[in-house]
C-alpha cells in the first residue's frame, strides 16, 4: 500500500490487473533497450501497449 500510494503522488500510472505478454525494444532487437510493454487486461481482455522511458517489473501475490 505504501509504494502504490507514492506512485499515486508522483503520477505513476498503475495498470491493475495487467499481464505483460512481451517487452518492447529499441528497434526490436533481443539485448537492446526496453523501451516499453505489451499486455493483457486480464479483467477485459483488451491488448495494452505502454511506451515508457522507464520498465520496471514487478510481481504481487494475489490478495483475494
Known amino acids: 500500500p505504501l509504494l502504490r500510494k507514492q506512485c ?3 503520477g505513476v500510472e498503475l495498470l491493475d490487473r495487467t499481464s505483460a505478454t512481451a517487452l518492447l ?3 526490436g532487437a533481443h539485448g537492446t533497450r526496453v523501451i516499453g510493454a505489451i499486455g493483457v487486461n486480464c479483467h477485459t481482455g483488451a491488448l495494452v501497449v ?3 522511458k522507464a520498465v ?3 510481481t504481487n501475490r494475489p490478495q483475494r
Open 50 to 52: 505502454v511506451r515508457a
Open 25 to 27: 525494444t529499441e528497434g
Open 8 to 10: 499515486k503522488r508522483l
Open 56 to 58: 520496471v517489473l514487478a
